[in-house]
């Protein structure tokens, strides 16, 4: 935070004409990072994991036209799959990559078999193992058993049975501790799986248990809960949950979630939802959030931008940010709306305080041309959410402000007109009726 | 001196002697072959006078029409049914109601047979004023003369009677017929208002059968509601009788995608639609309609944007409401701007329009009378609409059958020891 709360002071003299357009000297001189490329490696160091995996797949497949950075990707997961054993992923990968790698990244049929083997062994011993526990029916065995099943097969990719597992222990937990242990591995499973319906029942689960959380697993099921709402499309939701989530989080987290992730997915959905006073409050002083906002400078200066109304330098960190975002597993189904709502946003908030606004300097400060301004407005207006009128001849905005005393005698007439349609019709129904039954009437006795 | 002398005699007699009662049940129990010689009847009519003899011109002219006539017999009936209309006496026509209904309807039977419709609208509008009880009474004339007048194009006419109150209806029939036609006749008037009204009453009233007559009014009603209010909801409100809501729709179809094509907003996909099912409007005779329906999406769209913009030039207006040319927008704004539905101002000069306000203050007089008759005529209403009230809640047979209901009721509640523990 650099005082930003004080700009409304000092600059609102000289920053009514620039409004959004130069900002301040300081702040466009600063380079704007991360408009390169992603380092592919410096991401994936952030996650461990089976996400780690998942999430350079998906960079591979969105970044087909990247040969560089998707063989890049491919050779790190490939990589961290070896470390593992999930043979069918491994064989995934090795299709992907297709040979282009040279021999290092071939097919090692060796490996997999080996691993394979393994697996069944160990299956076979764990089986046996449950078996036991079960006829000597000792919960706390059995729930162990169980947990370790749920392991075994979320090692291996299955991840259907590894839930069904999970959940299975859940007969058998006798402390709290082992209901939040539970929840916690469904959660993890239920991600993996896109089951983001169990996610936020299980995330409940936890929070209802009646021992007192460590304040690690309360961030955890925050990140979750976010993550849920986040693929409902419930932005502001997300951008309440991801906000108040502790910076106890750390790095405890990063087989799902990073805490960049918490600034960028928090920051944008807050943008594209709250109102300027919620920004405030619970975005830009917020001391917890600000620790995680420290950690991706890029999110925390567009927020500050778009809070003082800097929304061309707003908007330029929004384009640079976007590539990269678009690789994000999570985020990349939702940018769209995210950066559409972000927009109207802005334009809305510009044209609030004033009474008339000159289409060309509005454009500017938008980075963009007064024609694709105004359909913009139009829409907006159409809308209902810009209470305006283009004077498309001038190129200026004009604001509207509705005629309370003639909207009333408008509405006053209408439904008098209403009334009196309705009632007249509903006589007439009534005496169709009366006269049917009449008719009967005198037709039966 | 036959039978039908000494009908005449005692006709003249009675008529001038005031005793119309005794007449009405002479003429009752005249017997059925006197009214069959129909030849011989017609003479007979210019020993009476229409306006002090009426009841019995009434029933010899009703002998002579009824039954089946040629064309030649029936063109030299209509000038004397014309007269017999205009001078006759009210209070007498009153004792047989349905003689003079089917003489009326003969009649313009006739006119529209002779293919002289323009002939049989005046008279049957004064038919209608000297039958109907109150104005508020429909006869079953006022759809035959509503049918006139739409043959005879005289659709001023027609709105004479369509600004009564109808509530008071003999014949649902006739009420459909009513409202129908009288719909279309304000269609014809441009008062969509009105017809709208009236197609609405044909679509909801209740019935226990769906009837031909309410299908064509939905199309119709469909039509009009785009053109006047530019959207169309498919649901009807609640007090619709089930038939109606179940199968309007599936006999409306094409309208209803009509409909659905109108509310993207898109010229383009109005026009496929419309194109897709011209057959279909051609033979509803509703392609005139359908026609009316696109050029109202063009005004629409104008309307949009005058809640959008204070000024916008011609040309955009044309780009944005896909018109061909700025000549074309400005036609179109031009038509609007006379008709009330926009208040703007053409600057020919550099091609721009500027979008006004709508002037209206509400601070004249005469808005001031508007809405004070406004509040009088509701007063009025929702007097006529309690009085119906407590008559329908103190009516026999109402509270008959609500009485029997309750009984019913009563008697199931108590019912509940099975049938084996009485024996």
Redesign the interface.
């Known amino acids: 935070m650099e005082g930003d709360d004080e700009t409304s002071g000092p600059m609102i003299d000289d920053e009514i004409y620039a409004n959004g357009v130069g900002g301040d000297d300081e702040k466009r001189s600063r380079p704007i990072i991360s408009s390169e490329q992603l380092d592919v490696e410096a991401y994936a160091s952030l996650y461990s994991g089976r996400t780690k995996i998942m999430r350079l797949i998906f960079i591979a497949n969105k970044s087909k036209s990247n040969h560089a950075m998707e063989l890049e990707a491919l050779r790190m997961a490939y990589d961290e799959i070896k470390k593992g054993e999930n043979t069918q992923l491994f064989r995934d990968v090795v299709q992907m990559i297709g040979g282009r790698l040279g021999p290092d990244y071939a097919m090692d049929l060796a490996w997999c078999e080996m691993v394979d083997r393994r697996a069944d062994q160990k299956k076979e011993k764990l089986e046996n193992e449950l078996n036991a526990y079960r006829t000597n029916l000792i919960k706390e065995s059995i729930r162990m058993g169980y947990n370790d099943f749920g392991d075994f097969y979320y090692a291996h990719g299955q991840l259907g049975d590894a839930f069904k597992n999970y959940v299975r222990t859940r007969d058998y937990c006798t402390t709290a501790k082992h209901i939040v242990h539970m929840c916690m591995s469904s959660i993890l499973v239920s991600i993996e799986m896109s089951q983001f319906a169990h996610v936020s029942s299980y995330v409940s689960k936890a929070e209802q248990s009646p021992e007192a959380l460590d304040p690690v697993t309360v961030a955890k099921l925050r990140c979750a809960a976010g993550l849920a709402h986040l693929e409902a499309k419930k932005y502001k939701l997300a951008a309440r949950k991801f906000l108040e989530t502790g910076h106890e989080l750390g790095n405890h987290y990063n087989e799902v979630i990073a805490p960049q992730d918490v600034a960028t997915y928090g920051g944008l959905c807050a943008l594209a939802s709250f109102d300027r006073m919620e920004l405030k409050n619970k975005v830009i002083d917020n001391l917890n959030f600000r620790n995680f906002l420290e950690l991706v400078p890029e999110v925390r200066e567009l927020i500050n931008d778009f809070y003082s109304s800097h929304y061309a330098s707003c908007l330029d960190y929004l384009g640079n940010l976007k590539a990269n975002l678009l690789l994000d597993i999570h985020l990349h189904d939702h940018l769209e709306t995210l950066y559409g709502q972000i927009r109207h946003k802005a334009l809305i908030q510009y044209t609030h305080p004033f009474v008339s606004v000159d289409l060309h300097m509005m454009a500017s400060a938008f980075k963009t041309d007064v024609s694709g301004l105004e359909k913009e407005?139009?829409a907006l207006?159409?809308d209902n959410q810009v209470q305006a009128?283009?004077?498309?001849?001038?190129k200026i905005l004009?604001a509207r402000h509705a005629d309370q005393?003639?909207a009333t005698?408008q509405r006053?007439?209408q439904t008098?007109?209403e009334?009196?349609?309705d009632?007249?019709?509903?006589?007439?129904?009534?005496?169709?009726?009366?006269?049917?039954?009449?008719l009967k009437?005198s037709r039966k006795p | 001196m036959d039978a039908l002398q000494a009908l005449v005699a005692n006709i003249q007699g009675l008529s001038s002697a005031g005793d119309i009662s005794h007449l009405h049940v002479v003429l009752k129990q005249a017997p059925d072959s006197l009214y069959a010689e129909s030849t011989r009847l017609l003479p007979v009519l210019d020993q009476l006078d229409p306006s002090k003899h009426s009841l019995g011109y009434l029933y010899i002219l009703e002998a002579c029409s009824s039954g089946s006539i040629s064309k030649e017999q029936g063109s030299a009936l209509v000038l004397p049914i014309a007269t017999f209309i205009n001078s006759c006496d009210t209070e007498q026509i009153r004792l047989a109601p349905d003689k003079f209904l089917s003489v009326c309807k003969r009649f313009k039977d006739q006119v529209t047979v002779l293919e002289e419709p323009l002939r049989g609208v005046a008279p049957m509008l004064t038919a209608i004023r000297k039958i109907q009880t109150s104005s508020e009474h429909l006869t079953s004339l006022h759809p035959e003369f509503l049918l006139l007048c739409l043959l005879s194009k005289c659709y001023k006419a027609g709105l004479s009677i369509l600004g009564d109150d109808i509530f008071e209806v003999d014949q649902p029939r006739d009420l459909f017929l009513y409202c129908y036609y009288g719909g279309m006749i304000c269609i014809g008037q441009k008062r969509f208002q009105k017809a709208l009204e009236l197609l609405h009453n044909v679509v909801t009233a209740p019935m226990t059968v769906i009837n031909a007559i309410a299908v064509e009014a939905y199309k119709k009603y469909i039509l009009a509601s785009l053109i006047h209010h530019g959207q169309f909801s498919t649901s009807l409100p609640k007090y619709t009788s089930s038939v109606a809501q179940r199968n309007l729709k599936n006999f409306c179809q094409p309208y209803i995608e009509l409909a659905n094509s109108y509310s993207t907003g898109k010229i383009e996909e109005l026009e496929t639609c419309v194109q897709k099912y011209k057959e279909k409007f051609e033979n509803d005779n509703n392609l005139g309609l359908v026609k009316q329906v696109i050029s109202s999406m063009y005004k629409r769209n104008i309307q949009r944007l005058t809640q959008t913009y204070l000024t916008l030039s011609l040309q955009d207006i044309a780009n944005s409401v896909q018109l061909n040319s700025a000549k074309e927008a400005e036609m179109h704004v031009l038509q609007m701007i006379q008709d009330g539905e926009i208040f703007a101002t053409i600057n020919q000069k550099d091609g721009m329009v500027r979008f006004l306000e709508d002037p209206e203050q509400y601070k004249t007089c005469q808005m001031i009378e508007h809405i004070d008759s406004s509040i009088q005529r509701i007063m009025a209403l929702s007097r006529k609409l309690t009085a119906m009230d407590e008559n329908i809640s103190s009516d026999a047979l109402f509270l008959g059958k609500v009485g029997r209901e309750r009984q019913r009721f009563d008697f199931d509640d108590f019912d509940t020891v099975p049938q084996k523990f009485n024996i």
């Open positions: 407005l139009e207006i159409t009128r283009i004077d498309s001849h001038n004009y005393r003639n005698f006053v007439l008098g007109d009334f009196d349609r009632v007249k019709s509903m006589l007439l129904r009534v005496n169709l009726i009366k006269h049917e039954y009449n009437g």
